[in-house]
């Protein structure tokens, strides 16, 4: 797992990470909807493009609202974020290509209580990308003992 680092503030979750795949890899698996449903859930209505508004089930039929606010090929991606159940926030993407590796940088801001629950969950979820991006997608089997992993890693001492 290619994490550089994970900084969180009382409402914001900023992740660093290195994908051993070129930038255009990298930005097909986070806006393309089939590569999206390989980390992060199922494309189930819109799309993500300048302006466009998506939403995505993450299971269940748990959906994710959201509306694209900033959409710059293979370097940003800006969108909203909104579950039923919780506050509005915003995901921010960018991306640096290294040669043949990116460095992606995920940004969530707006979170307050759910800072702790998001650190957790995005290192998963990144850890699926990665597969995606690399034409070696995870088994969704796999989620929750990934995750039960960084909650022990985060846990404090």
């Given amino acids: 797992m290619p994490l ?19 930038v255009v890899r990298a930005w097909e698996a986070l806006t393309t909807p089939s590569h999206i449903g390989e980390w ?24 994710c609202e959201s509306t694209v606010e900033k959409f710059e090929v293979l370097s940003a991606l800006t969108y909203s974020w909104k579950f039923p159940d919780e506050t509005g926030t915003d995901v921010a993407w960018s991306m640096t290509p290294h040669g043949d590796s990116t460095s992606l940088t995920l940004t969530h801001s707006g979170l ?7 650190r957790d ?9 990665e597969g995606s991006a690399l034409g070696t997608p995870l088994p969704w ?4 003992q ?11 001492d």
């Fill in 121 to 129: 969950g995005w290192p998963v979820h990144l850890t699926f990308l």
């Fill in 112 to 118: 307050t209580d759910l800072v702790s629950s998001y």
């Fill in 146 to 156: 990934i995750h039960s992993t960084i909650v022990c890693l985060n846990a404090p």
């Fill in 141 to 144: 089997s796999m989620f929750w």
């Fill in 4 to 22: 550089v680092s994970v900084e969180t503030d009382e409402s914001e979750l900023h992740v660093e990470w290195v994908i051993n795949a070129p």
């Fill in 40 to 63: 992060l859930g199922t494309v189930v209505s819109g799309s993500i493009s300048s302006g466009s508004s998506f939403a995505i089930d993450h299971g269940d039929g748990y959906l």
